[in-house]
């Protein structure tokens, strides 16, 4: 790359030794190229004016209006001092206000001067007004490009006049001087084969841009090489993974498992079941260390694959272990699976925090002696205390609620690491697992088993909840059962608890005793009380089951048929979906209810619209996404390290598979990249790498 790029910032044009250790404090930019990688984060027509009578249609949008000012006006004194001026075009007056510098613009602010003014209205008690407008006397023509680049500042590069046209100055000059400085780094047949514009040309038009259109493609293209170093980077670590780590072989599928499959399985596996089965048996007696992402929609039947699997450990004499994000899921889990296994000769025991001291002691012998096979339990598992015989295979449920530190502590159970299962009922959407788990092998159970019903979803406001009521009873009537989950906010328990216990009272009063039977489950209560209630509803000797988001994951009541979300507006999308899970297992026919108020967010609206028009797991994780971001989804920590300018993973995806693909094909056909056409990709994938933190233990 040219040196100009490397070019200290202060050694720029309008630069200087200030502003240039602010340009680095405040955005990071320590030379040209930085600068040049500031990209503006949106674009203004400036060629249009907008009429002031338009505003409320548009949403809080910025409007460019030309008019004239009719009135100014000083309020308030000392801090609460403002400057209020009127402005008015042929269509009607806004409110212009200043919190500050007043005195020098009322100066500005002469009548019958014809402005151009561009702002953001923002709506204050019912009227619309412009805090602090761009103003400046209109010059007969429009400002001197169709279009203009908005970048990002802050309070310390305003002062030295690095506000945003401050900083459109600086990368308008130096765009203007790459010509030739920009060398191609994607092969012809990769821009030939996406239509994707040259690099240098994307870095003039993302800076000076002609039109939005020409934006567009810039912005395409820089998309995609940020997209496809980062797949380069993601292939290659994973190749070197497996390369390196050579993990215990389970050379026969064992005793345990061929009686239990030949004898004791209560189903016929689905097709899905025994496909990623075959895949898990495949890796485990590979050689090679199984890092494997089992994504299954809620109630596909992923505790049927994660016992086979931990049977293939068992029976190769390796211990295996199961690991739970509550304890209320643990405990399942225990109870599933010790049933499941009775007519085995295992021992199956389980560890979570409320194990007692005594108990722990006699387990963590028999443990480091290999008399347990296969222990079930919380992260209280990870704790250095718990050591096994011979460790061979972790299960963990429900992943994302593990931290990556967390996982890196199994890997330390034995002396090479244990292979490892995680299994996730929210379905990461493609493009996001081929990203964060890049370096994992990815399974899909995609089809539930036989027999669930479709649930019916439903929006109610708080205004119909007698229609809701006698929905309950007629399903009770049949001999169903219901859940009635509240939100559990944790920066507010005493406040769940008491909205908890003023809907118990409520629904006692319409549904009593001892017609009907209610169970109660929330977070304060201890855990013994919490199993019993959880057990006389799985029993059906209760009808109704009100709780917090406790039994939000693994819980399993075939006969349970009406699932009531109260003030589901404050639910994330996922967790809906898994609230919805719990029903729909059984009987004929299923209902899931989203109770809310009457005010609801845009986004709140968003989430409940889509509840109700999809039950396909896969397509509530992509609208997640979009919601959210994946930073939420996957944690800060990992989105961090992913360091994206341009590309939005949630937005994206398609050029996310693009470059997924480009990537495999460039490194299938070339894997060290020697080919001439790549040798500009080569230097380019180098200097990317050089720039990441390591971040192969990841998963
Ligand atoms: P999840 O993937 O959400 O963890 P589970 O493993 O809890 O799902 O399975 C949900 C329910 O489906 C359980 O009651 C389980 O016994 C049942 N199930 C699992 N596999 C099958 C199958 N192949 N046929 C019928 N029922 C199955
Ligand atoms: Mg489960």
Same mark, same amino acid.
């Given at each position: 790359?040219?040196?100009?790029?490397?070019?200290?910032?202060?050694?720029?044009?309008?630069?200087?030794?200030?502003?240039?250790?602010?340009?680095?404090?405040?955005?990071?930019?320590?030379?040209?190229?930085?600068?040049?990688?500031?990209?503006?984060?949106?674009?203004?027509?400036?060629?249009?004016?907008?009429?002031?009578?338009?505003?409320?249609?548009?949403?809080?949008?910025?409007?460019?209006?030309?008019?004239?000012?009719?009135?100014?006006?000083?309020?308030?004194?000392?801090?609460?001092?403002?400057?209020?001026?009127?402005?008015?075009?042929?269509?009607? +007056?806004?409110?212009?206000?200043?919190?500050?510098?007043?005195?020098?613009?009322?100066?500005?602010?002469?009548?019958? #001067?014809?402005?151009?003014?561009?702002?953001?209205?923002?709506?204050?008690?019912?009227?619309?007004?412009?805090?602090?407008?761009?103003?400046?006397?209109?010059?007969?023509?429009?400002?001197?490009?169709?279009?203009?680049?908005?970048?990002?500042?802050?309070?310390?590069?305003?002062?030295?006049?690095?506000?945003?046209?401050?900083?459109?100055?600086?990368?308008?000059?130096?765009?203007? %001087?790459?010509?030739?400085?920009?060398?191609?780094?994607?092969?012809?047949?990769?821009?030939?084969?996406?239509?994707?514009?040259?690099? /240098?040309?994307?870095?003039?038009?993302?800076?000076?841009?002609?039109?939005?259109?020409?934006?567009?493609?810039?912005?395409?293209?820089?998309?995609?090489?940020?997209?496809?170093?980062?797949?380069?980077?993601?292939?290659?670590?994973?190749?070197?993974?497996?390369?390196?780590?050579?993990?215990?072989?389970?050379?026969?599928?064992?005793?345990?498992?061929?009686?239990?499959?030949?004898?004791?399985?209560?189903? %016929?596996?689905?097709?899905?079941?025994?496909?990623?089965?075959?895949?898990?048996?495949?890796?485990?007696?590979?050689?090679?260390?199984?890092?494997?992402?089992?994504?299954?929609?809620?109630?596909?039947?992923? +505790?049927?694959?994660?016992?086979?699997?931990?049977?293939?450990?068992?029976?190769?004499?390796?211990?295996?272990?199961?690991?739970?994000?509550?304890?209320?899921?643990?405990?399942?889990?225990?109870?599933?699976?010790?049933?499941?296994?009775?007519?085995?000769?295992?021992?199956?025991?389980?560890?979570?925090?409320?194990?007692?001291?005594?108990?722990?002691?006699?387990?963590?012998?028999?443990?480091?002696?290999?008399?347990?096979?296969?222990?079930?339990?919380?992260?209280?598992?990870?704790?250095?205390?718990?050591?096994?015989?011979?460790?061979?295979?972790?299960?963990?449920?429900?992943?994302?609620?593990?931290?990556?530190?967390?996982?890196?502590?199994?890997?330390?159970?034995?002396?090479?690491?244990?292979? #490892?299962?995680?299994?996730?009922?929210?379905?990461?959407?493609?493009?996001?697992?081929?990203?964060?788990?890049?370096?994992?092998?990815?399974?899909?159970?995609?089809?539930?088993?036989?027999?669930?019903?479709?649930?019916?979803?439903?929006?109610?406001?708080?205004?119909?909840?007698?229609?809701?009521?006698?929905?309950?009873?007629?399903?009770?009537?049949?001999?169903?059962?219901?859940?009635?989950?509240?939100?559990?906010?944790? %920066?507010?328990?005493?406040?769940?608890?008491?909205?908890?216990?003023?809907?118990? %009272?409520?629904?006692?009063?319409?549904?009593?005793?001892?017609?009907?039977?209610?169970?109660?489950?929330?977070?304060?209560?201890?855990?013994?009380?919490?199993?019993?209630?959880?057990?006389?509803?799985?029993?059906?000797?209760?009808?109704?089951?009100?709780?917090?988001? #406790?039994?939000?994951?693994?819980?399993?009541?075939?006969?349970?048929?009406?699932?009531?979300?109260?003030?589901?507006?404050?639910?994330?999308?996922?967790?809906?979906?898994?609230?919805?899970?719990?029903?729909?297992?059984?009987?004929?026919?299923?209902?899931?209810?989203?109770?809310?108020?009457?005010?609801?967010?845009? /986004?709140?609206?968003?989430?409940?619209?889509?509840?109700?028009?999809?039950?396909?797991?896969?397509?509530?994780?992509?609208?997640?996404?979009?919601?959210?971001?994946?930073?939420?989804?996957?944690?800060?920590?990992?989105?961090?390290?992913?360091?994206?300018?341009?590309?939005?993973?949630?937005?994206?995806?398609?050029?996310?598979?693009?470059?997924?693909?480009?990537?495999?094909?460039?490194?299938?056909?070339?894997?060290?990249?020697?080919?001439? /056409?790549?040798?500009?990709?080569?230097?380019?994938?180098?200097?990317?790498?050089?720039?990441?933190?390591?971040?192969?233990?990841?998963?």
């Amino acid at each position: 790359m040219d040196n100009l790029f490397k070019t200290p910032i202060e050694y720029l044009k309008g630069v200087g030794p200030e502003r240039g250790s602010v340009l680095t404090s405040e955005a990071g930019i320590e030379n040209a190229w930085d600068l040049l990688n500031y990209f503006p984060f949106r674009y203004v027509d400036r060629s249009k004016y907008h009429q002031i009578i338009d505003i409320p249609a548009m949403e809080g949008r910025a409007v460019q209006l030309k008019g004239t000012i009719t009135g100014v006006r000083e309020t308030g004194v000392g801090r609460a001092k403002r400057l209020q001026a009127t402005f008015q075009d042929q269509s009607g +007056t806004i409110d212009l206000i200043w919190f500050k510098g007043a005195k020098w613009i009322k100066d500005k602010l002469k009548p019958g #001067v014809l402005f151009r003014l561009y702002g953001k209205p923002t709506l204050f008690k019912s009227t619309y007004n412009i805090a602090h407008p761009e103003i400046t006397p209109f010059n007969g023509v429009a400002h001197e490009k169709g279009l203009q680049a908005v970048y990002n500042s802050t309070e310390k590069l305003t002062k030295k006049g690095l506000h945003t046209k401050g900083i459109e100055k600086l990368t308008y000059q130096l765009a203007s %001087e790459i010509k030739g400085k920009i060398p191609e780094f994607l092969p012809l047949s990769v821009l030939q084969q996406y239509n994707l514009i040259s690099r /240098e040309q994307a870095y003039r038009n993302i800076h000076i841009p002609p039109s939005f259109e020409a934006v567009q493609k810039a912005q395409i293209r820089i998309k995609f090489e940020e997209l496809l170093l980062l797949q380069m980077e993601l292939l290659l670590r994973k190749n070197i993974n497996l390369q390196k780590s050579s993990g215990y072989v389970f050379r026969q599928t064992g005793a345990y498992f061929d009686e239990f499959y030949a004898a004791h399985i209560p189903f %016929e596996l689905t097709n899905a079941q025994k496909r990623v089965t075959k895949e898990i048996r495949k890796d485990l007696r590979s050689g090679k260390h199984m890092n494997r992402l089992l994504q299954g929609d809620v109630g596909s039947g992923k +505790t049927l694959v994660a016992v086979l699997s931990m049977l293939f450990g068992v029976g190769n004499n390796f211990q295996s272990a199961l690991m739970a994000p509550t304890e209320i899921l643990a405990k399942q889990h225990y109870q599933t699976i010790k049933e499941l296994l009775a007519p085995l000769d295992i021992e199956v025991a389980l560890l979570t925090g409320s194990t007692k001291k005594s108990e722990r002691k006699i387990l963590f012998e028999a443990l480091s002696k290999g008399e347990i096979h296969i222990l079930i339990g919380t992260h209280a598992l990870l704790e250095p205390t718990v050591v096994f015989k011979n460790l061979g295979l972790v299960v963990i449920d429900e992943q994302h609620r593990f931290g990556v530190a967390q996982r890196a502590k199994l890997w330390k159970k034995n002396t090479k690491p244990p292979h #490892v299962l995680v299994m996730t009922a929210t379905p990461i959407p493609r493009t996001l697992a081929m990203t964060f788990y890049g370096d994992l092998d990815v399974s899909v159970i995609d089809e539930l088993p036989p027999g669930r019903k479709p649930i019916n979803t439903m929006h109610f406001f708080e205004k119909s909840r007698l229609k809701v009521f006698d929905l309950i009873k007629k399903e009770i009537a049949l001999g169903r059962q219901v859940y009635i989950v509240y939100p559990l906010i944790q %920066e507010s328990e005493t406040m769940d608890y008491k909205n908890l216990m003023e809907g118990y %009272e409520a629904i006692s009063r319409s549904f009593p005793r001892p017609k009907y039977q209610m169970s109660i489950v929330h977070g304060q209560m201890k855990a013994d009380d919490k199993a019993y209630e959880m057990e006389q509803f799985a029993k059906g000797h209760t009808d109704i089951m009100v709780a917090t988001t #406790v039994i939000e994951v693994g819980v399993n009541v075939p006969n349970a048929s009406v699932m009531i979300i109260e003030s589901s507006e404050r639910f994330g999308i996922s967790q809906l979906h898994q609230l919805r899970g719990r029903v729909g297992r059984g009987a004929e026919k299923s209902y899931c209810i989203l109770m809310t108020g009457e005010k609801l967010s845009q /986004e709140g609206k968003k989430r409940l619209q889509t509840m109700v028009a999809t039950n396909d797991g896969f397509k509530i994780a992509e609208v997640d996404l979009e919601i959210r971001g994946p930073g939420d989804i996957m944690g800060t920590q990992q989105s961090g390290i992913l360091n994206l300018k341009l590309a939005d993973l949630a937005r994206d995806g398609q050029l996310v598979s693009a470059a997924r693909q480009t990537a495999r094909d460039i490194l299938e056909e070339d894997p060290s990249l020697v080919q001439s /056409e790549h040798q500009n990709l080569k230097i380019e994938l180098k200097r990317h790498l050089k720039s990441k933190p390591n971040w192969s233990k990841i998963s």
